[in-house]
């Protein structure tokens, strides 16, 4: 079975400054992660994924992430934040395994608020 | 629109009500997927399909929960005899690849927000 554990459930950040949002996970098996956002009253949007090859994954409006698969970490950083980066972000785990369920597996959540 | 939709957005019911919540995938879209989300947690599986075929329903969490997909697009969850504890956002999610592969990437609908009275 997967787990997924954000260590952080609330990270308060000036603008402009860098943040980190750390996400661990365990699996048994080889794994996809993803990282989606949820603004207020939206849908959650995907971020940026892994799925093989490089180990650093670019995503949309300035996000990136790293795979530690020693570490079993994903977390996502972004050097430079804005106040409309303040929402709720997901770290996600699917099984990469064809023929397995395509369920993902969620954490808890981080709450990034971005403060002037 | 080209996105996955949900309706309705916001739905109270009393307690003992039955109610119906209706996804639209995105066109063409294989899988699809139900996620509870209760307030201030992640999302949590619920029921997945791939086309019309029910493969895994085993996060529906009794048996007043039951969700079809009949003609492989347009899916309905519905519950039964609503509880209390049964109020959160409901998610529906499709994504363009089956079990035979590729990265599980989905795309999300707004949710629909259930509170239960």
């Known amino acids: 079975a997967q787990s997924v554990t954000q260590l952080d459930s609330q990270v308060p950040v000036f603008e402009e400054a860098p943040v980190e949002l750390r996400c661990n996970y365990s699996s048994s098996v080889s794994v996809y992660l993803f990282w989606y956002v949820q603004y207020p009253n939206q849908g959650l949007q995907l971020l940026l994924k892994y799925l093989s090859g490089s180990t650093l994954v670019k995503g949309i409006n300035g996000f990136e992430a790293e795979f530690n698969k020693s570490q079993t970490s994903f977390h996502l950083r972004k050097p430079s934040v804005h106040i409309s980066d303040t929402a709720e972000y997901f770290c996600?785990?699917?099984?990469?395994?064809?023929?397995?369920?395509?369920?993902?597996?969620w954490g808890l959540g981080t709450s990034l608020a971005v403060n002037p | 629109g080209a996105g996955v939709s949900q309706s309705p957005r916001y739905k109270v019911a009393k307690r003992g009500q039955d109610v119906a919540l209706r996804c639209d995938p995105i066109s063409g879209h294989v899988s699809l997927f139900w996620y509870q989300q209760a307030l201030g947690q992640g999302p949590e599986f619920l029921t997945y399909f791939q086309n019309e075929a029910q493969l895994d329903k085993s996060g529906l969490p009794s048996d007043r929960f039951f969700a079809e997909r009949p003609e492989g697009s347009v899916s309905t969850l519905k519950i039964q005899r609503t509880q209390q504890e049964d109020s959160a956002v409901y998610l529906c999610?499709?994504?363009?690849?089956?079990?035979?592969?590729?990265?599980?990437?989905?795309?999300f609908g707004p949710g629909t927000r259930l509170t239960v009275l």
């Open positions: 996600a785990v699917g099984m990469a395994k064809t023929g397995n369920n395509r369920k993902l597996i």
């Open positions: 999610a499709s994504s363009s690849r089956g079990l035979a592969g590729g990265d599980n990437e989905q795309f």
